[in-house]
């Protein structure tokens, strides 16, 4: 498909402005029962593309009325351009309207591919004189693709410190723009500080784990290399060791939903401590409350970096009532703060922050509960409930 991104930005015009003809051949002469010119075109019906064939004379008309649905498909075919010769037509349904035949595509077209369509004639009359108006027909189409204001690019990456745990457990790689799947794998990339890239990193899913709008990717580190005891750690050793620098590297040529590449390579550079072994321990957060009447942001503190996007939906504002009162969660701080604003000015009275307890860090260390448990150690404590309640006031 990249080899065809020279014709991605064509434009079309009017009701067929969803397709224009690179090229179209037909015979020179004259079918002698209507002065009718057979030609394929590429139409829309309600923002969903066909093909037709158009222009029948009366005797392909008469003759495409005897035939069924699979004797039309050999009269009306759409391929993919530059497929090889023996590549199978795209899937579709054919049917005769009036004057014409019509290719509905069984599964949307893309955008920037072109598609050659062929009407062929003599599937409808074979025995009509090959020197009378029976050769093929052809046409060559392609989908507008909306060109982006400006080039897909990466966004941001989680997370955002420069300062990782030996025991990093995942990435998050945000776009400005919905990407292509099935490719992520080939264009991440995790190397050393002599640029030498580590093999096996990162656990590669067959299923990649987007977001729906497929601006988020989530990358994870093999847990087979993070964990202790496990036999990949043991043959390959850690994916990443205490007191080195490594460069997280995303592709340039990496595609976009619209078949185009990123504007740029990013790297992200980083350092690593230690482990990172011990549980969440919500004790140890600093809750700042607001004043009642404003709509100033109540903040939370954390004494160590936690999982973005856990954050975004894993800690929530209780008021008096049980009410849920609605607002803006904003994390910064390189993930150290978290902010709730509300849309209403906040009332006087008690409230409740609940988290998750399944909120992580970057290693993946819960709340009152480590992930990379040894099972030959005491755990010191480990909180079983759902969620954790922190009250605070607001005056």
């Known amino acids: 498909m990249r080899g065809l991104t020279v014709w991605s930005y064509w434009l079309l015009v009017g009701l067929a402005s969803f397709g224009c003809a690179r090229s179209a051949t037909q015979s020179d002469s004259t079918a002698t029962s209507t002065s009718a010119t057979p030609s394929v075109k590429m139409l829309s019906d309600a923002d969903r593309p066909y093909f037709v064939a158009q222009n029948l004379t009366a005797e392909q008309r008469e003759a495409a009325g005897r035939l069924d649905a699979d004797q039309l498909a050999g009269a009306l075919s759409v391929y993919v351009d530059g497929t090889d010769a023996d590549s199978p037509p795209v899937g579709g349904e054919v049917s005769r309207e009036e ?63 420069d300062k990782l745990p030996e025991n990093q457990l995942k990435f998050y790689l945000h776009f400005s723009a919905p990407m292509s799947r099935g490719e992520a794998y080939r264009h991440i990339h995790l190397l050393d500080a002599s640029g030498r890239e580590i093999e096996a990193a990162f656990l590669e899913l067959g299923e ?47 595609i976009d939903a619209q078949g185009e590449p990123l504007s740029a390579e990013v790297h992200k550079t980083f350092e690593v401590a230690a482990a990172d072994e011990s549980p969440l321990d919500t004790a140890a957060w600093k809750i700042l409350p607001p004043q009642a009447g404003t709509r100033d942001p109540l903040v939370v503190m954390f004494p160590e970096p936690l999982d973005h996007s856990l954050l975004e939906r894993m800690i929530a504002v209780v008021g008096p009532g049980d009410d849920k009162p609605a607002g803006e969660i904003t994390i910064d701080e390189q993930e150290t703060r978290w902010r709730f604003t509300p849309s209403e000015p906040w009332s006087a009275g008690s409230y409740t922050l609940v988290a998750d307890t399944t909120l992580e860090d970057l290693a993946g260390n819960s709340i009152g509960r480590a992930f990379d448990v040894d099972v030959f150690a005491p755990v010191q404590r480990q909180i079983t409930t759902e969620t954790v309640s922190l009250p605070f006031e607001v005056k």
């Open 99 to 161: 004057d014409s035949l019509r290719f509905t595509p069984r599964h949307p077209l893309r955008k920037g591919v072109i598609y050659r369509v062929v009407f062929k004639p003599a599937a409808l009359t074979p025995n009509k004189d090959a020197n009378a108006s029976n050769a093929d027909v052809t046409g060559e189409f392609a989908l507008a693709r909306l060109r982006p204001v400006s080039p897909s690019s990466v966004a941001k990456i989680y997370p955002t410190t």
């Open 208 to 254: 990649e784990l987007w977001n729906p709008g497929l601006t988020r990717f989530t990358l994870l580190c093999d847990p087979g290399r993070v964990k202790r005891g496990l036999k990949p750690r043991e043959e390959l050793g850690p994916v990443l060791e205490a007191g080195k620098r490594y460069s997280l590297v995303v592709d340039r040529d990496w």
